[in-house]
Structures are given as structure tokens and as C-alpha cells.
């Protein structure tokens, strides 16, 4: 078995519990093909619980700092983790994100690029609409509705993938992809909130 693998199975048995994690939506995600599945973010845990509700593999970008301590970094890779920059145009990072979607796999993004610990939906960066417009991948957004409480229920809701063949066709600007992701998971967030 695989680090990621295990990884998954262990996270899968501590938080699905803990969390009483309720997921919808999961057959949206496409099981074959790029993906770019696109979540808002609330807490550090996401992530993993990204992981463990989606039906695929999928690559996460994390901070840069965290593949300083030589432990965490290992593992970090092991797990389909690669590095980023924050605060600046990290050409490394997007390459490393193209590559992964050119290879038919998952990418797990959180557009807003840092959590947003109020719970609602902030605004979203334009690395979402690069990854989007440069790439053949679907396009999924994800709401994680919380607060992360124990024992209290926690929703994963995966939309439709979002068509971008006009967005692509017209070469639209990052940012106004992003925007449109971000309404997406937005109107997840709302409709699955009540």
C-alpha cells in the first residue's frame, strides 16, 4: 500500500467519524480525465477531507514553509503534495500544476488562498483561472460547509462541473474564471446551508 493510500484509509477512519461528514454530490467528479476540483477553504484540515470525500487521487499545492522541516516535506511529497510560493506568481508551482493536470489527474485547489475562518466564502485568486483556461480539465466546484465541530455533522458538496469551452474560446481573463468558480462553490455553500 502506498503512503497516499494509507494516508487516505487512516484520515478516512479518524475524520469521517469525528466529523460526521456527510458528502453530495461525489458521482459529479469525473473518474477519468483532468480534473480541477475547486473548494473553498475554512480550516487546515481541508485538505484531507477533500481527499477522502472525492472519488479520485488528487494533487494538492501547499505552502512552501511547510517542506522546510524535513519530516513533514517527505511525507508532504509521498502524498502528491507539491510547494508553493505565497504572495507571488510561483512559475515552478503552476508548471507542477499543469503537468499534473496534463497527466489525467485530479488537482485540488482552495481559490481563496487562505482560510477563511468566518465560514463564508471569500474571494478567489486567480491561480484557479489559469489552471482552468490552460488545461483541457473539468472544472468542479466543492463547498465544505462547517464549522469543523466534533462529533457535529460537517457537508462536502461537489457541483456539476462547470462548462469552460466559452471561457476558453474567448481566452477570458483569469480572473474573471476564478470569480465564476467562486460563485459556483457560493451558491453550493448557500443552497446546501439551509
Excluded at 145 to 167: A, H, Q, S
Aim: net charge positive; hydrophobic share 40%; charged share 25%.
Amino acid at each position: 500500500m502506498n503512503l497516499y493510500k494509507l494516508g487516505k484509509f487512516i484520515c478516512t477512519v479518524l475524520l469521517y467519524p469525528l466529523y460526521r461528514i456527510k458528502v453530495i454530490g461525489r458521482e459529479n467528479i469525473p473518474k477519468e480525465g483532468p480534473v480541477l476540483i475547486c473548494s473553498n477553504h475554512i480550516a487546515n484540515v481541508d485538505p484531507p477531507v477533500v481527499g477522502i470525500t472525492s472519488n479520485r487521487d488528487i494533487y494538492f499545492m501547499a505552502k512552501e514553509e511547510l517542506f522546510k522541516n524535513p519530516v513533514l516535506g517527505g511525507i508532504l511529497k509521498r502524498v502528491h503534495a507539491f510547494p508553493i510560493k505565497r504572495g507571488m506568481r510561483d512559475r515552478n508551482a503552476l508548471r507542477k500544476g499543469l503537468e499534473v493536470l496534463e497527466g489525467n489527474n485530479a488537482l485540488g485547489l482552495f481559490p481563496e488562498g487562505t482560510r477563511q475562518k468566518s465560514g463564508e466564502v471569500g474571494q478567489g485568486l486567480a491561480g484557479a483561472g489559469f489552471f482552468a483556461l490552460r488545461s483541457e480539465a473539468y472544472v468542479v466546484p466543492c463547498a465544505i460547509i462547517g464549522p469543523y465541530r466534533t462529533f457535529k455533522p460537517l457537508k462536502v458538496v461537489y457541483g456539476k462541473p462547470i462548462d469552460m469551452t466559452e471561457y476558453r474560446q474567448e481566452k477570458a481573463s483569469a480572473k474573471v474564471v476564478t470569480d465564476r468558480i467562486m460563485e459556483e462553490i457560493r451558491q453550493l455553500h448557500k443552497i446546501h446551508s439551509e
